[in-house]
């Protein structure tokens, strides 16, 4: 097994001073996981100049995914955990929910107090990361897909060992792939995966549904793409431009006896507005669900 880092380098980058002179450039920072989050976090980060470079680490166990990363070159790619963990500041759990018991048994013994875990697996409790990994200083966070583009919402909420200033540090990091919200609670971050986390995957429900309209209606692949994709982007960017609410905008656009309210009467003739209501309310659930059972056990879920 591989030594143990420099806990006496870790108090210093973590302790008060180290964060009032914003020197995060010195941090090392390991990412595990490079799929579609982990690989996401680690390219904005590299690319956001946050670190100097070759402050930034990832390990995945595949070996796949390892000669993908390091065809990347953003940062060094490691096959062990050994090679990296001991030497990481701020280590960033990226890995399926199913794989954070034996992932977190295998990171046990080379881990120290001083270091601060950031987890953005789905239902994983900051209590089930204490005690699996025996630490204290532990962010949960919800990231969402469109950080891949740097305009993800990731909400996060800390362990109250960590301290205001390396809440600061680690709010800078996660703002690397967009915007994120500081929440008070672990039940605030489940309810914030049923709208932000799992929410895109909604937005993409929608799309594909009127994509299939407009294929019914004769449009070819490539101009229906078009004309849908050029409609949430207009309509997302009217939403962002002012404080109007949704329901401002769809009066805009609705005239009366007009096309539009004939499509929003038949919306709300079936309920569709309870039916996402009630789907956001799922993921929610689900996300509390996996709590549960994560909760120093097995994973059940893939
Ligand atoms: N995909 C999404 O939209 C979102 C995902 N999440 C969370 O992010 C986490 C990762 O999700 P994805 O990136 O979509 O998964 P993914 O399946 O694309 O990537 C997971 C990676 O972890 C690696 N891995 C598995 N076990 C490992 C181990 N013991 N050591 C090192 N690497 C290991 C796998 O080889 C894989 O490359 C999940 O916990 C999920 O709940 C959170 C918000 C949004
Ligand atoms: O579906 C999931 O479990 C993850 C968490 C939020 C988005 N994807």
Known sequence: MAKIGTPARRLFYFNESYFLNQKEEQMNVLVIGGGNMGITYAEAIAKSNFLSSG?????????????????????????????????????LIAVKPVH?????????????????????????????????????????????????????????????????????TIEK???????????ASESEIDASTGISGSGPAYIFYFMQALLDAA?????????????????FSGAVELFNSSDLSPDDWMAKVASKGGTTRAALDSMDGNNLN???????????????ELGKQTDGKEVAHA
């Open 55 to 91: 402050s930034l680490m990832v390990f995945d166990k595949s070996e796949e995914k390892q000669a993908e990363l390091r065809a990347g070159g953003f940062f060094s790619v490691h096959s062990g955990l050994g090679t990296c963990l001991p030497e990481a500041d701020v280590v």
């Open 100 to 168: 954070a018991p034996g992932l977190m048994d295998e990171m046990r013994p080379m881990v120290s107090a001083g270091q601060l875990f950031i987890s953005i697996m789905a239902g994983v409790t900051i209590d089930t990361i204490k005690q699996r990994l025996g630490i204290d200083k532990v962010v949960r966070a919800m990231p969402n897909l469109p950080a891949q583009v740097g305009l993800g919402m990731t909400s996060f909420t800390a362990s109250e060992q960590v301290s205001r200033l390396e809440l600061a």
């Open 173 to 183: 990091l996660l703002d690397t792939t967009g915007r994120s919200l500081n929440l």
């Open 215 to 231: 294929l019914k209606m004769d449009f070819n692949k490539e101009d229906a793409r078009l004309l849908v994709g050029q409609t």
């Open 274 to 288: 309870s039916l996402i209501q009630e789907a956001a309310y799922a993921a929610f659930r689900r996300a509390e």
